[in-house]
């Protein structure tokens, strides 16, 4: 793992999930927003993320997929799911939406 500011790229889901929250919901966007800004910026690491291991998924070429706070002690509370690219200092963001 490399140190922040990270590289972020997204999947079309992730793409297509944002423009829906954003067309549906102002203020979950803005809490989505802030959260990449966090990851982007401070890293994974950073407390108010939460940001572990997703134990029951792996990415298409076996990668361990991770998740991070969006919302927290929120019925349905929302997560960002994302991985890390080949390249270390480039996060995947691969889709968001409430914890499952």
Known sequence: MAAP????KTT???DTQLARIARDD????RKVLKTIRILRDLG????????????SLTGPSNEDI???YVENQ?????????????????II????????
């Open 44 to 55: 994974p690491a950073y407390p108010s993320l939460h940001s572990h291991k997703y134990q």
């Open 93 to 100: 963001l691969i889709t968001v939406g409430p914890h499952p």
């Open 5 to 8: 500011p990270f590289t972020i």
């Open 12 to 14: 079309l889901e992730f």
């Open 66 to 68: 991770w998740e991070s």
């Open 26 to 29: 102002a203020g979950k966007h």
């Open 74 to 90: 929120t019925p349905g509370a929302w997560r960002l799911f994302w991985c890390y690219a080949r390249h270390p200092d480039v």
